[in-house]
């Protein structure tokens, strides 16, 4: 059996981690810093300080995590780093600290996908079984992607503009509530009732494209004209509607793509597959489909570095390597 070791190294956002998986799936140090104290402030994440953070934070995190599994470099296998995508200035910091320790230690160096991580990160509770389809949901991210075999990704679908998560965000500060407001939505909506019509975006015919600059413009617009009429607006009504249309659209291209491909699982992740209304629809939709549903605990769907490295072993076994020349590449596709 493979048991190979492989440190994994995440700092594509605000969250500085790193985590050492044996085998692709056991998960022997799992070592995550959030920095959303330091962000909170301004309302959303802002990329110096995120940079910053990193800095300061990677050694001691790295040292944290071979201390917990009681390893040393030595005992390493190979080296798993996010190239991309995400923010250009964080990426540097984990993929120049994934250099340095791949050289002085001359181990193997694999970049890896973002996103990769995040559908890996399922194969640490369970074992995938393919044809596979995941949907990919966070603050940066909103993406349907179509898996036949192992490593091979297809993205079928995904955001024109804002991430769900972002369009949380932003309705959450249209409300005057903290960063980061999803959560705070989410309590909301389960206390609020669906009385307000907003729209549902579901573009073309047969899309599975997402688009949600237009609900939170219509959320805002709400609050702007219940405001200058005077009339009272439910909070936790706007977050009911609001959360109700997110969630239909996501759900009902979730379960088109997966009868679509017939697929045999359906994995959610990413920081809104915490949201209750998301879970909740989702298992009623494919229950009694052949579709087995598998939502991983949360602190594998937000962003850390176990998923990294479940991801980077799988490429690691292909025998993707990747050289000292390896740059942080906002924009790479999956
Ligand atoms: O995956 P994640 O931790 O970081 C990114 O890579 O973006 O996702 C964070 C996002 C934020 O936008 C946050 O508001 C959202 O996930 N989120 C939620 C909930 N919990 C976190 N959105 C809706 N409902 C929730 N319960
Ligand atoms: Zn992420």
């Known amino acids: 059996t ?9 700092t594509s956002c605000d969250e500085t981690a790193v985590a ?4 692709g799936k056991e998960v022997i140090a799992n070592v995550v810093a959030s920095q959303i104290e330091s962000h909170k402030r301004f ?8 940079s910053r953070h990193h800095v300061e934070q990677m050694t001691l995190i790295l040292k944290e995590a071979l201390d917990e599994a009681k390893l040393s470099m030595d005992d390493i296998d190979g080296i798993a780093v996010t190239e991309g995508p995400g923010l250009v ?7 120049n ?9 001359q181990k193997p160096l694999i970049g890896t996908h973002h996103i990769a991580g995040h559908i890996y990160a399922n194969q640490l509770m369970t074992d995938l ?14 993406e349907l992607v179509y898996m036949e075999a192992e490593g091979e990704f ?28 999803g959560p705070h939505i989410d309590r909301l909506a389960q206390e609020g009732e669906e009385s307000i019509d907003l729209p549902r975006a579901w573009l073309e015919k047969g899309s599975y494209d997402f688009s949600f600059s237009g609900l939170k413009s219509a959320v ?18 706007l977050a009911a509607s609001f959360q109700a249309s997110v969630v239909e659209v996501l759900v009902t291209k979730t379960l088109r793509a997966a009868e679509e491909y017939g697929v045999n699982q359906v994995l959610l992740a990413g920081g809104v597959a915490a949201n209750s209304g998301l879970r909740n629809a989702l298992k009623e939709a494919f229950d009694g489909t052949g579709a087995e549903l598998v939502i991983p605990p949360l602190h594998y769907c937000t962003d850390n570095a176990a998923m990294i490295a479940a991801a980077g072993t799988i490429a690691y076994r292909k025998g993707k390597r990747s050289s000292l020349q390896l740059n942080a590449n906002p924009g790479l596709e999956l």
Do not use: C, M, W
Not at 20 to 23: D, L
Not at 129 to 142: D, E, I, M, Q, R
């Open 129 to 142: 079984t393919y044809p596979l389809l995941a949907l990919v949901v966070s603050g940066g991210h909103t």
């Open 220 to 237: 805002i617009n709400t609050v702007h004209n219940a405001k200058q009429r005077n009339v009272e607006l439910k909070p936790e009504d």
């Open 43 to 50: 309302g959303g994440v802002v990329p110096e300080i995120a």
């Open 89 to 95: 200035g964080a990426l540097l910091i984990g993929v």
């Open 154 to 181: 297809k993205v079928i679908g995904e955001t024109r503009d804002d991430a769900a998560g972002e369009a949380y965000d932003k309705v959450a500060r249209t409300l005057q509530l903290p960063y980061p407001g």
């Open 97 to 105: 600290t994934a250099k340095a320790l791949a050289f002085a230690h």
């Open 20 to 23: 050492i998986v044996k085998g």
């Open 2 to 10: 493979n048991q190979e070791i492989i440190l994994g190294i995440e």
